[in-house]
């Protein structure tokens, strides 16, 4: 038997919230620890149409990434809570300390890229916050990007620099992590990895002279929600984990 406070204590094993940034809003959002738990569904986004999956699969745990709530409220209007509350869920998030733990969000995103002699860069000073560099063999920007569709499954890429410029040093940061672009070309990356770009942080990364891939936002994530999901399945083999259904960013391309 086993409750959401065990539930919380393993995943911070994996994710101190001592890892998560200030502004962050991480731990248990919604519920009871003292909660028993049967089933957890693991999922990057708490919005109406998963907490209703979760719903109609009878979960007692949502593990999300991005936290339902962030600034301080002083009233339960909004409809997602309502229904977690009405139906008994209890929400725990782990955000930006999962982004940073060893076997994390920035870590399977290096894996998955099939980068090597993988370690760690700081993205903000005076920060716990820490993306992965590693070596990829080398290829071109062309060749590289292909390697990044297959890997995330994102079916559209936006990117920054020649296509024939030749990768090596590969700098990651999943989610949109644009603002570490100087960083990332300070710490010698030849191409830099993230999600929503916006056109003048392009404009850097093209005056710096580094490739940057924006891979999207949800692709650079969501690939943590399985991991984590068989991390809690081997900790607790007397509660069933599964992930949601949803697969694919609230954006869509043509």
């Not at 920035?106 to 070596?135: C, M, T, Y």
Request: proline share 2%.
């Amino acid at each position: 038997m086993a409750y959401v406070r065990d539930v919380m204590a393993k995943i911070e094993q994996l994710a101190p919230t001592s890892l998560a940034e200030g502004w962050d809003n991480v731990g248990l959002l919604v519920g009871n620890e003292s909660k028993q738990v049967k089933k957890i569904m693991v999922m990057l986004d708490a919005d109406s149409s998963t907490i209703d999956e979760a719903i109609a699969n009878n979960v007692d745990l949502i593990v999300t990434h991005h936290p339902v709530l962030i600034k301080p409220i002083n009233k339960i209007i909004d409809e997602k809570l309502i229904k977690l509350i009405k139906n008994d869920i209890s929400l725990y998030t782990a955000h930006t300390n999962l982004d940073s733990a060893n076997g994390g969000v920035n870590d399977v995103l290096a894996q998955k890229l099939g980068l090597k002699n993988i370690g760690n860069f700081p993205l903000v000073e005076n920060s716990e916050l820490l993306g992965r560099i590693g070596n990829t063999s080398e290829c071109t920007l062309e060749e590289f990007i292909k390697i990044v569709k297959k890997a995330l499954n994102s079916k559209c890429v936006k990117y920054v620099g020649e296509k024939s410029t030749i990768i090596k040093k590969v700098g990651v940061c999943g989610g949109s992590g644009a603002d570490f672009i100087a960083m990332a070309k300070e710490s010698g990356c030849d191409v830099f990895i993230t999600g929503d770009v916006k056109y003048h942080q392009a404009q850097l990364a093209n005056e710096l002279g580094l490739c940057v891939i924006d891979a999207g936002h949800f692709e650079t994530e969501n690939i943590i929600c399985s991991v984590l999901a068989d991390y809690l399945q081997v900790s607790f083999k007397d509660i069933e984990v599964v992930t949601s259904h949803r697969n694919e960013s609230y954006l869509k391309y043509e």
